[in-house]
């Protein structure tokens, strides 16, 4: 069982470039998210999804747009990167039985954008 | 803003030694939990104490809620070199499928 796949694991864009991070998890789990760490801030919810074929709004969604492409898959998309998306990029998946769902960390992609 | 603070920022003990870390938190919560995240790698879950519990037991982990004074503790007893990590607490809501972190707890065990 690899549990939450994040690809890639490092990137480094320039401002303006885009780009999709990848996110997969086979555990069967109905909700995924995104969170972003900086250093001081810790993780904040950038965008989620409750379940296939739903997606929500975050803390943090400026800048950003998601798909969740099926159960198991849900990406990240950077339409033109700046400097403030520096940061560490984590993907999570609950089984989504709320309250007192409980996620699962992919190990994060390190984005770094000159 | 954070929903969850942790205090204090950095902790530094000596192996064997109790680590205290405690957390607050805004707003009423239906559910928090503690989150260790070791260095480079993913968060991984350790614990989840709802709203009306006050106290909880995992190994040699002990959490407290006080849901009076929006807060919450988390004790790791006789504290080992690998319990080195951050630790961060994360609040759940009722009707939500959203988590809300704070800003996390470095703790550093000495051997």
């Known amino acids: 069982n690899a549990g939450v796949t994040q690809t890639p694991k490092f990137q480094v864009l320039k401002t303006g470039q885009s780009m999709t991070l990848q996110c997969a998890q086979d555990?069967?789990?109905?909700?995924m998210y995104w969170y972003r760490q900086d250093p001081g801030m810790g993780l904040r919810l950038i965008y989620y999804?409750?379940?296939?074929?739903?997606?929500d709004k975050g803390e943090v969604p400026n800048g950003y747009n998601v798909s969740r492409l099926n159960k198991r898959e849900f990406s990240l998309r950077l339409e033109s990167a700046a400097p403030s998306q520096t940061s560490v990029y984590f993907c999570?998946?609950?089984?989504?039985?709320?309250?007192?769902?409980?996620?699962?960390f992919g190990s994060g992609t390190q984005l770094s954008v000159l | 803003s954070q929903q969850g603070e942790e205090d204090p920022q950095a902790l530094s003990i000596q192996e064997g030694e109790n680590a205290t870390m405690n957390c607050s938190y805004k707003?009423?919560?239906?559910?928090l939990q503690w989150y260790r995240q070791n260095s480079g790698r993913g968060l991984v879950h350790l614990i989840l104490?709802?709203?009306?519990?006050r106290e909880k037991h995992s190994g040699r982990l002990r959490v407290t809620l006080d849901t009076s004074k929006k807060s919450s503790s988390l004790l790791i007893t006789a504290s080992r070199a690998a319990d080195t990590a951050s630790y961060f607490c994360?609040?759940?809501?009722?009707?939500?499928?959203?988590?809300?972190f704070g800003s996390g707890t470095r703790l550093l065990v000495r051997p």
């Open positions: 999570a998946s609950s089984e989504g039985s709320r309250p007192g769902l409980i996620l699962f």
């Open positions: 104490i709802r709203s009306n519990e």
């Open positions: 555990m069967n789990h109905n909700s």
């Open positions: 999804s409750a379940s296939e074929g739903t997606t």
């Open positions: 707003t009423s919560i239906n559910n």
């Open positions: 994360a609040t759940g809501f009722d009707s939500s499928y959203k988590l809300i």
